[in-house]
C-alpha cells in the first residue's frame, strides 16, 4: 500500500541528546514537508522540500536540521539546541497538483524529553 | 502572508444533532482551502478542499463546508454526527507563491451520547 511511514512511534530522549526521527514515503512524490504539533498550537511547519537536494526552513527551524538525499526520504533531526523538543512531529508529502493538492501524513513521531 | 483563524477551540455537541466549525481566512486574490480530520494519536487525513467553482463543497464522512468570499469564510458542517466524528478538526489555506499548506490551531469536536 502506498503511504508514508514515520519511525519511531514513540520516541524518549535526554536533554543534550540529538535525535533523528525518520519519514518514508512510497507515493512518488517530489514535495515533503515536517510539521510540529503542541496541544492548543495547531501545526506549525519547520521544515519543507519541494525537490531532492532542496529544502527551505518553515516558520519554527531553529533547533532542527534535515536532508533530502533521496525522493522517498526526508529525515529531521531535532538538535540540543532545540529548547522544547518535546511534542508531536508529523510528516507529510503532497504530489501533483502543487499548493492545490492534498497533503498526505505519516502517523506521527511523539517525542519526549526527559 | 496567509493566515487561518479557528475561534473554536473546542464545541460540545450531542450525537444526532446538527454542528458547524468555523474558519475565517486572510483575503487573498486566489485561495485554496482545506478541512482536515485528525483522530488520537494519528496523522491528519483531508475531508475535502475548495479549489474553484461551487462555493458548496462536499467531503467524506457526510461533511460539507461552504466557500463565502465577502465573509472570507470556509466553515464545515454536518447536519447529524455520530460518535464516531469525535476528532479535531482542522482548517488550512494553501500559500501558492510558497507551496506551503498553513494550518488553523484546530477545533476538536466532541460528540456525547
Known amino acids: 500500500d502506498g503511504g508514508i511511514t514515520q519511525s519511531p512511534k514513540y520516541l524518549f530522549r535526554k536533554e543534550g541528546q540529538n535525535v533523528t526521527l525518520s519519514c518514508e514515503q512510497n507515493l512518488n512524490h517530489d514535495a515533503m514537508y515536517w510539521y510540529r504539533q503542541d496541544p492548543g498550537q495547531g501545526l506549525r511547519l519547520i521544515y519543507y522540500?519541494?525537490?531532492?537536494?532542496?529544502?527551505q526552513k518553515g516558520d519554527i527551524a531553529e533547533g532542527y536540521s534535515v536532508s533530502r538525499e533521496k525522493k522517498e526520504s526526508f529525515p529531521l533531526t531535532v538538535t540540543s539546541a532545540q529548547k522544547n523538543p518535546t511534542a508531536f512531529y508529523l510528516c507529510a508529502s503532497r504530489g501533483a497538483g502543487g499548493y492545490t493538492g492534498e497533503l498526505f501524513f505519516g502517523e506521527g513521531s511523539r517525542l519526549t524529553v526527559l | 502572508a496567509q493566515s487561518v483563524t479557528q475561534l473554536d477551540s473546542q464545541v460540545p455537541v450531542f450525537e444526532e444533532a446538527p454542528v458547524e466549525l468555523r474558519c475565517n481566512y486572510s483575503?487573498?486574490?486566489?485561495?485554496?482551502l482545506f478541512w482536515y480530520v485528525q483522530y488520537p494519536n494519528q496523522g491528519l487525513q483531508l475531508l475535502l478542499k475548495?479549489?474553484?467553482?461551487?462555493?458548496l463543497v462536499k467531503g467524506i464522512n457526510g461533511f460539507e463546508a461552504e466557500f463565502n468570499k465577502s465573509q472570507t469564510s470556509f466553515h464545515l458542517r454536518k447536519p447529524s454526527v455520530h460518535i464516531s466524528d469525535t476528532a479535531e478538526y482542522f482548517c488550512a489555506v494553501s500559500d501558492g507563491a510558497t507551496n506551503k499548506l498553513i494550518f488553523g490551531t484546530g477545533t476538536l469536536l466532541a460528540v456525547q451520547p
Open positions: 475548495y479549489l474553484s467553482g461551487s462555493t
Open positions: 522540500s519541494q525537490i531532492v537536494n532542496d529544502f
Open positions: 483575503s487573498s486574490v486566489s485561495v485554496y
